[in-house]
């Protein structure tokens, strides 16, 4: 008999109280131990069902409230891997309180990078270009709502899938874990957002240029030198409330002349 | 004044999305806009709203654990002014859609010190929860986040208030000295900001290999507008 066969497995009721949770893991962030608070929340179900007296139970908070952060949705993997640790920890102490604390230490930086990556950077935009794109070509405000359902749903299935995955798979893998967090596992998703993205970024250009081309050349002006300043002063800069405050005062130069 | 706390305190209710609970988008422009445009009587007010200062703040991201110009927080202020703007002076719409894009810029900066203020708070809670545990107690994490969800709902409420109820009256007192015409400005804002925000997007999809994409996008935006001026 393996080790895992003696493992408690999660049940659903278990899965449902963790994911549940998992969506407060940022609830009480703060500077001093990030998601901490949050994440011992979330692994609350696991640990009443681990620790056997309320001195396990104190013993166990104290052990999991020192600093740890993690990309909101990507934490779940954490706390996947870290119900199973604790589970083996009671069993036979194959994972020790520092085992432990060095592993969450260890996955810090790719939750972080590969989050950020993976959601922050390209599913969360291109959803929001989605529901740009749908909103311009659209007139009538049913239409308009149900183009905004239909964005919700198209980021929100990646977002589900991953705080699910991440519980299921983290306690799947334990230790091994960090083989799952990696960018080349998103790829497929990341490929498809991407490509979202960018037509709806160029159904977007046409559909200004349309839009100045109805006011004036004056305005087919502005757009065109407020998109291309925007654009440069970013990439090369990194700047961001110039090029917004500047389109303001072109704006107001254009209007008034 | 109903009208007005009912505002923020759904303002402040979407905000818990942006960072402290769920993340499922519902805090974004795009979205918290025309809710709160549907509450306020104004939808369509509300769309474009939504659409203008999503454009503005797309390519804005929470990188790790920095504290970034809060444009969620900024954009809800600045819809809850345009509602109370508008219905007070309608014939100003367009330049009032002006005034509150630069109005959701500055709230963006009062939206980063409210979050930094929260956090900070929500560190007493970590030193309460230690204290308790030290002391052998067993503590309700249940509770703990309960109650800083709920301090970050009335604080984010009461400054939506405080910025609403300055600014409207200040610019209550100007507004009605302002001329129709000013609305000129308004129309080309919109073309200003939305070529500012597609500038500032595109730089989050860069490179050769995307070409096709664009080139798909540009054909298939042209050939709609083409079937809809033809229509």
């Given at each position: 008999?393996?080790?895992?066969?003696?493992?408690?497995?999660?049940?659903?009721?278990?899965?449902?109280?963790?994911?549940?949770?998992?969506?407060?893991?940022?609830?009480?962030?703060?500077?001093?131990?990030?998601?901490?608070?949050?994440?011992?929340?979330?692994?609350?179900?696991?640990?009443?069902?681990?620790?056997?007296?309320?001195?396990?139970?104190?013993?166990?908070?104290?052990?999991?409230?020192?600093?740890?952060?993690?990309?909101?949705?990507?934490?779940?993997?954490?706390?996947?891997?870290?119900?199973?640790?604790?589970?083996?920890?009671?069993?036979?102490?194959?994972?020790?309180?520092?085992?432990?604390?060095?592993?969450?230490?260890?996955?810090?930086?790719?939750?972080?990078?590969?989050?950020?990556?993976?959601?922050?950077?390209?599913?969360?935009?291109?959803?929001?270009?989605?529901?740009?794109?749908?909103?311009?070509?659209?007139?009538?405000?049913?239409?308009?709502?149900?183009?905004?359902?239909?964005?919700?749903?198209?980021?929100?299935?990646?977002?589900?899938?991953?705080?699910?995955?991440?519980?299921?798979?983290?306690?799947?893998?334990?230790?091994?874990?960090?083989?799952?967090?990696?960018?080349?596992?998103?790829?497929?998703?990341?490929?498809?957002?991407?490509?979202?993205?960018?037509?709806?970024?160029?159904?977007?250009?046409?559909?200004?240029?349309?839009?100045?081309?109805?006011?004036?050349?004056?305005?087919?002006?502005?757009?065109?030198?407020?998109?291309?300043?925007?654009?440069?002063?970013?990439?090369?800069?990194?700047?961001?409330?110039?090029?917004?405050?500047?389109?303001?005062?072109?704006?107001?130069?254009?209007?008034?002349? | 004044?109903?009208?007005?706390?009912?505002?923020?305190?759904?303002?402040?209710?979407?905000?818990?999305?942006?960072?402290?609970?769920?993340?499922?988008?519902?805090?974004?422009?795009?979205?918290?806009?025309?809710?709160?445009?549907?509450?306020?009587?104004?939808?369509?007010?509300?769309?474009?709203?939504?659409?203008?200062?999503?454009?503005?703040?797309?390519?804005?991201?929470?990188?790790?654990?920095?504290?970034?110009?809060?444009?969620?927080?900024?954009?809800?202020?600045a819809v809850i002014l345009a509602l109370r703007l508008v219905k007070n002076f309608p014939q100003l719409e367009y330049f009032i859609i002006f005034v509150v894009i630069l109005y959701g810029l500055?709230?963006?900066?009062?939206?980063?010190?409210?979050?930094?203020?929260?956090?900070?708070?929500?560190?007493?809670?970590?030193?309460?929860?230690?204290?308790?545990?030290?002391?052998?107690?067993?503590?309700?994490?249940?509770?703990?986040?309960?109650?800083?969800?709920?301090?970050?709902?009335?604080?984010?409420?009461?400054?939506?208030?405080?910025?609403?109820?300055?600014?409207?009256?200040?610019?209550?007192?100007?507004?009605?000295?302002?001329p129709e015409e000013i609305n000129r400005i308004g129309h080309h804002a919109q073309i200003a900001i939305i070529g500012a925000g597609l500038g500032l997007t595109l730089t989050l999809f860069k490179?050769?290999?995307?070409?096709?994409?664009?080139?798909?996008?540009?054909?298939?935006?042209?050939?709609?507008?083409?079937?809809?001026?033809?229509?």
């Amino acid at each position: 008999m393996t080790q895992s066969d003696k493992l408690e497995k999660l049940s659903l009721r278990d899965v449902w109280a963790v994911l549940w949770r998992s969506f407060f893991v940022q609830a009480a962030w703060n500077f001093k131990s990030m998601i901490s608070v949050g994440f011992c929340y979330a692994l609350s179900p696991i640990a009443k069902k681990v620790c056997k007296n309320k001195e396990e139970y104190i013993d166990f908070l104290k052990r999991h409230l020192g600093f740890f952060n993690a990309h909101p949705y990507f934490a779940s993997y954490a706390i996947g891997a870290i119900a199973r640790l604790e589970q083996e920890r009671q069993l036979n102490n194959k994972a020790n309180d520092e085992t432990i604390e060095k592993f969450k230490n260890a996955l810090i930086g790719p939750l972080g990078a590969v989050g950020d990556q993976c959601c922050w950077a390209v599913i969360r935009p291109a959803s929001l270009i989605f529901g740009l794109t749908g909103l311009a070509f659209t007139d009538n405000l049913i239409w308009k709502t149900g183009v905004l359902l239909l964005t919700l749903i198209l980021y929100n299935i990646p977002h589900i899938y991953i705080r699910v995955q991440g519980i299921l798979d983290g306690y799947r893998s334990g230790f091994d874990v960090y083989k799952k967090i990696r960018i080349d596992n998103y790829q497929k998703m990341i490929v498809l957002f991407k490509a979202v993205a960018i037509i709806g970024l160029g159904m977007l250009v046409v559909w200004n240029l349309d839009q100045a081309i109805r006011l004036d050349w004056k305005a087919i002006l502005l757009f065109t030198v407020t998109m291309f300043g925007a654009f440069i002063m970013r990439l090369k800069k990194r700047m961001f409330y110039t090029p917004v405050l500047l389109s303001m005062v072109l704006a107001i130069i254009v209007g008034v002349l | 004044m109903q009208e007005l706390l009912i505002l923020c305190f759904v303002g402040a209710i979407l905000m818990l999305d942006n960072a402290a609970a769920f993340q499922i988008l519902v805090s974004q422009p795009l979205f918290a806009s025309p809710i709160l445009g549907w509450i306020g009587g104004d939808a369509t007010l509300g769309f474009q709203l939504g659409f203008l200062l999503q454009l503005i703040w797309l390519s804005n991201m929470p990188i790790g654990a920095a504290v970034v110009p809060e444009g969620n927080f900024g954009s809800i202020a600045a819809v809850i002014l345009a509602l109370r703007l508008v219905k007070n002076f309608p014939q100003l719409e367009y330049f009032i859609i002006f005034v509150v894009i630069l109005y959701g810029l500055l709230g963006s900066y009062v939206g980063a010190k409210t979050v930094t203020f929260i956090r900070h708070w929500n560190q007493q809670y970590l030193q309460r929860l230690l204290l308790k545990l030290k002391q052998n107690n067993p503590v309700q994490l249940g509770w703990v986040i309960f109650v800083s969800l709920v301090f970050n709902v009335v604080v984010v409420f009461v400054v939506f208030i405080v910025m609403t109820v300055i600014m409207e009256k200040g610019l209550g007192l100007l507004f009605p000295y302002m001329p129709e015409e000013i609305n000129r400005i308004g129309h080309h804002a919109q073309i200003a900001i939305i070529g500012a925000g597609l500038g500032l997007t595109l730089t989050l999809f860069k490179g050769k290999r995307y070409r096709t994409l664009y080139l798909i996008g540009v054909l298939l935006g042209g050939a709609i507008i083409f079937y809809d001026t033809i229509g």
